[in-house]
T-cell receptor, first 114, second 114 residues
Framework: NAGVTQTPKFQVLKTGQSMTLQCAQDMNHNSMYWYRQDPGMGLRLIYYSASEGTTDKGEVPNGYNVSRLNKREFSLRLESAAPSQTSVYFC?????????????FGDGTRLSIL | AQSVTQLGSHVSVSEGALVLLRCNYSSSVPPYLFWYVQYPNQGLQLLLKYTTGATLVKGINGFEAEFKKSETSFHLTKPSAHMSDAAEYFCAVSDQGGAQKLVFGQGTRLTINP
């Protein structure tokens, strides 16, 4: 089973460029999430989608947009990349929007912005 | 807003020694609590979770954690460290209501000395 698949795995951008990070899950999960991981700061929630057709801001949404394309796919877009967005980005999914179900994570996209 | 504090960004123990990774959370209402492990260049994997009921929770790979409401703590332990335990460990919490927005601690990197 693939679980949560993120593409690309690595990307280098120049300041001002745009790009979309892709995420797909094959577990029929309802909820999907985007996090960024920075050294010494753990993971911080950027956006989430509690169910197909809904999206909401997390802790650090500025500079990002998201699209829940269908139940399987949840993309993250950087419209005008900035060096402060250099980070490792993780997508996660879970079956239940409330409760104690664990989130399943992809392997991450390592993004550098010059 | 919820916050999570992991005491010690780096912990080093000898192989066979006790592992103790500390986690404290800020909520006055017991949240759902999770420990995740991250191996190099991988996503996060669930070690264990606390929801309700028994305060001592057993997870994978011989790890366990004890929920102490009076201390707002959820420390992770393993009686005997193995070389394969070297990784980064994250404590996370989510409120019992709402869309399971995880709040992570800053992480603790565990090194095992031979």
């Amino acid at each position: 089973n693939a679980g949560v698949t993120q593409t690309p795995k690595f990307q280098v951008l120049k300041t001002g460029q745009s790009m979309t990070l892709q995420c797909a899950q094959d577990m029929n999960h309802n909820s999907m999430y985007w996090y960024r991981q920075d050294p010494g700061m753990g993971l911080r929630l950027i956006y989430y989608s509690a169910s197909e057709g809904t999206t909401d801001k997390g802790e650090v949404p500025n500079g990002y947009n998201v699209s829940r394309l269908n139940k399987r796919e949840f993309s993250l877009r950087l419209e005008s990349a900035a060096p402060s967005q250099t980070s490792v980005y993780f997508c996660a999914s879970t079956w239940a929007v409330v409760g104690n179900q664990p989130q399943h994570f992809g392997d991450g996209t390592r993004l550098s912005i010059l | 807003a919820q916050s999570v504090t992991q005491l010690g960004s780096h912990v080093s123990v000898s192989e066979g020694a006790l592992v103790l990774l500390r986690c404290n959370y800020s909520s006055s209402v017991p949240p759902y609590l999770f420990w995740y492990v991250q191996y190099p260049n991988q996503g996060l994997q669930l070690l264990l979770k606390y929801t309700t009921g028994a305060t001592l929770v057993k997870g994978i790979n011989g790890f366990e954690a004890e929920f102490k409401k009076s201390e707002t703590s959820f420390h992770l332990t393993k009686p005997s460290a193995h070389m394969s335990d070297a990784a980064e460990y994250f404590c996370a919490v989510s409120d019992q209501g709402g869309a399971q927005k995880l709040v992570f601690g800053q992480g603790t990197r565990l090194t095992i000395n031979p």
